[in-house]
């Protein structure tokens, strides 16, 4: 998780907030917090070759001088967060960007941030739809105005399939989301070029800036004491992510080689991730699938942990914890994949498992940046 402090210097006056969104699993992060340009072309160039894995030396190429040409606008923009996506629409390439900015707001009201930006807005661009919208937010509600217009640009020659500069058209939508410490107003863009595909990305970008949620300190502070992902009520988990779980829970029961009653105790529901947890966000941004095994006599159960402990340590997942025999905690990807939880509830004849997917939110917090 990349971390963010909306504390001030002298935080005795506004409180700080960790700040949270989620944003879809198949968006390809850009390195816009990476500390020097050899850093930055490193990490964009690992982040083609995943976005690209078939794709040709040419394609990647312009994939990578398309998005090191944004890196400094962004950068310079204020932007904390920026990724894009490469979906293949029967057959058809289709992309998105999705940023997001931070603006310092000095000797100003959350709500004189919000009339200054509609004002600004609609002078701006007379010919947008320029809107105060209510988001829900966590625990309740912020306002926020929303802008939905054109913003065509020009692909410069060596991003350009004629190899000549050639004008995009590209659609835009922007919400500017004052935080309530008065200190900052955060603005959430995407873009996209495939107007074909408007309706789809609209949808999905409505989808991210509802899952905006903020905690301060102390909330956080109480908070931390809590370690288990928590669901969430009236959340609904994204199918492809519940689709992944239900992949890793199969490789799982293949892991432990072991029969027993199973028709209790099957459930998969959102959830928030104890690390966002602790952070006092509370909306979810993630997925669990609970399962268990029934009617397996405890030594059988114990000796399938044995099992799974070491076929999945085997096939390169890190062990972050258990008891011999009782439990075991692992995790794909060197920590930030897939996590299975295997437990022996002794006395009982049964094994409760858990298949938690990766967090997709990004989170705010105190620890790298001073705002104000």
Aim: charged share 25%; glycine share 8%; proline share 7%.
């Amino acid at each position: 998780m990349t971390e963010l402090t909306t504390a001030q210097p002298d935080a005795g006056e506004k409180p700080g907030y960790h700040v949270g969104w989620v944003i879809p699993p198949f968006f390809h992060e850009l390195p816009v917090d990476a500390d020097d340009a050899e850093e930055a072309a490193e990490r964009l160039h690992e982040t083609v070759q995943k976005a690209l894995p078939g794709g040709t030396d040419d394609e990647r190429l312009r994939m990578f001088v398309t998005y090191a040409a944004m890196l400094d606008d962004l950068r310079g923009a204020g932007a904390v967060y920026a990724g894009f996506c490469n979906l293949d629409m029967n057959g058809r390439p289709s992309t998105a960007n999705v940023a997001v900015y931070r603006m310092p707001l000095h000797d100003v009201t959350s709500e004189d941030a919000l009339t200054e930006a509609l004002t600004a807005l609609r002078r701006t661009y007379p010919d947008d739809d320029v809107r105060v919208s209510s988001l829900p937010c966590g625990k309740g509600e912020a306002k926020a105005v929303v802008r939905i217009g054109d913003a065509p640009f020009t692909l410069a020659p060596e991003a350009s399939p004629t190899g000549q500069p050639l004008e995009v058209p590209r659609g835009q939508i922007q919400v500017y989301v004052p935080l309530p410490s008065d200190a900052d107003m955060l603005v959430f863009e995407l873009s996209t070029p495939c107007m074909e595909d408007w309706d789809f990305y609209a949808e999905l970008f409505a989808t991210i800036v509802r899952t905006l949620d903020w905690a301060t300190e102390e909330e956080a502070e109480m908070a931390a004491a809590l370690s288990a992902a928590q669901p969430v009520q009236e959340a609904a988990p994204d199918p492809a992510v519940v689709q992944e779980l239900y992949a890793h829970s199969s490789r799982v029961l293949d892991g432990l080689a072991v029969h027993g009653r199973m028709d209790e105790g099957n459930a998969v529901s959102a959830v928030t991730c104890a690390d966002c947890w602790s952070r006092g966000l509370r909306s979810a941004c993630t997925a669990r699938h609970q399962w268990q095994i029934d009617d397996v006599e405890d030594a059988l159960l114990a000796a399938a942990v044995g099992r799974l402990d070491e076929t999945f340590q085997g096939r390169g997942w890190l062990k972050l914890s258990g008891t011999p025999g009782r439990s075991a905690s692992l995790a794909a990807d060197g920590g930030s994949g897939h996590r299975v939880s295997a437990t022996v509830i002794p006395g009982r004849r049964r094994l409760v498992v858990e298949v938690v997917a990766p967090c997709t939110r990004t989170v705010h917090g105190p620890g790298d940046f001073a705002f104000g």
